[in-house]
């Protein structure tokens, strides 16, 4: 079993967040589609994330951006075979960003450690799949209607308790869980800001925290930046996000942020 609290646990000994580079293998994806949907440019992505600071890499293979079109689980395993069957040398973390529990449990058995569940429901076949391989399992809220939350923030902690609650019925022990308030997904900017001002409040589960901010459409919104392409906000985010809990930072550009969290990390160690 890969014990991500063990592992985040060590790791914020001496830095204050974990990064999470992404790769999308997907024509698909809002801000990097087609970009490395190839085995050769899938590959060079992978080591250049791993050298800019991921301690995990995200693989998505299906889009989940608003309008994405289907993609059946043998469409999507072709996609991540590119990467996962294939010899990487000194290969960091792998966690796999999908809604199918079958895709999950191909990626699993090619040596993925994280189940990144993107569907937003409480899948039994997922759950079981994250007893039985003992495999951290991220949760993410992606319920409801833009603008249309009576109290997001109370919306997502409900949702939380409630996904501690299946898991504890099909065998998911707490510390799997990896909690992930969904930002962008069929939420407004005043709501998505809502939810990063809740963030301590998300932490007081006692379980780690991911934050997926990265080139969203709010970001861009509060920065002023065109849409996905939003350097200034993405690390305004980030930054927010480690200093009132994030444990994990969910990004496409890692390099922008490494210089970042090295300074961090040295300020973090100071006062501790």
Not at 65 to 79: D, K, L, M
Not at 137 to 148: C, K, N, P, S
Request: net charge negative; aromatic share 8%.
């Amino acid at each position: 079993m890969f014990d991500i609290f063990s592992y985040l646990r060590d790791f914020h000994a001496a830095s204050p967040c974990l990064l999470m580079g992404i790769l999308n293998l997907t024509p698909d994806s809002f801000h990097d589609g087609a970009c490395y949907n190839q085995k050769e440019k899938a590959i060079e992505q992978l080591l250049h994330l791993r050298d800019a600071g991921a301690q995990i890499v995200d693989l998505g293979a299906m889009s989940s951006r608003p309008g994405h079109a289907f993609v059946t689980e043998e469409e999507e395993i072709s996609r991540l075979a590119l990467v996962l069957e294939q010899e990487i040398p000194d290969r960091p973390l792998l966690s796999v960003d999908t809604d199918k529990p079958e895709v999950a449990a191909y990626a699993l058995e090619q040596g993925v450690q994280i189940i990144n569940d993107c569907s937003g429901l409480l899948q039994a076949d997922m759950y079981r799949l994250a007893a039985r391989k003992a495999a951290p399992l991220i949760v993410m809220h992606r319920q409801g209607e833009e603008g249309r939350h009576t109290d997001i923030c109370r919306e997502v902690q409900d949702f939380f308790r409630e996904c501690i609650a299946f898991g504890k019925l099909y065998g998911v022990q707490e510390r799997q869980l990896i909690l992930d308030p969904g930002l962008g997904f069929n939420k407004s900017i005043e709501e998505n800001l809502q939810l990063m001002a809740a963030l301590p409040e998300f932490s007081g589960f006692g379980l780690p925290v991911l934050l997926g901010f990265s080139h969203k459409r709010f970001v861009s919104g509060i920065s002023g930046e065109p849409p996905a392409q939003s350097p200034g906000g993405n690390l305004a985010a980030a930054v927010y996000g480690f200093l009132h809990g994030a444990s994990i930072l969910r990004m496409h550009d890692l390099e922008l942020l490494k210089p970042l969290l090295q300074a961090a990390a040295v300020l973090w160690k100071e006062q501790r």
